[in-house]
């Protein structure tokens, strides 16, 4: 059984940064797509950002030039490396990973089968 789980969420000032990690357990192939999602209040999942096997990423538009994803293989962690942040960002944060796959399918929710529980990220002034 894949096991998602998130990391590294909390509050943080308008123009500021912070750094979500996830880890993946229970999943020895190394063929995975590793995706960012988010959901603020009274929306829904919206696709932030994904990495492939081979390190080829996707962004969301809201977030291109701001946040940027990265892997470490050897560990099994994602990151997301949040810039500039803008109070739109608040949401809740999940990773979720595709299984057996050499590259990423759209940032769809239904497109990944296995998911975090999300970490709280929260923007104010």
């Known amino acids: 059984q894949v096991r998602v789980v998130e990391s590294g969420g909390g509050s943080v000032q308008i123009g500021g940064s912070l750094r979500l990690s996830c880890a993946t357990s229970?999943?020895?192939?190394?063929?995975?797509?590793m995706g960012w999602f988010r959901q603020a209040p009274g929306t829904g999942r919206e696709g932030v950002a994904s990495i492939d096997h081979y390190g080829s990423t996707i962004y969301a538009d809201s977030v291109k030039g701001r946040f940027t994803v990265s892997k470490d293989n050897a560990k099994n962690i994602m990151y997301l490396q949040m810039n500039s942040l803008k109070a739109e960002d608040t949401a809740v944060y999940y990773c979720a990973a595709v299984a057996w796959s050499w590259i990423c399918p759209p940032l769809t929710e239904s497109r990944y089968g296995y998911w975090g529980q999300g970490t709280q990220v929260t923007v104010s002034l």
């Open positions: 229970g999943y020895t192939g190394s063929r995975k797509c």
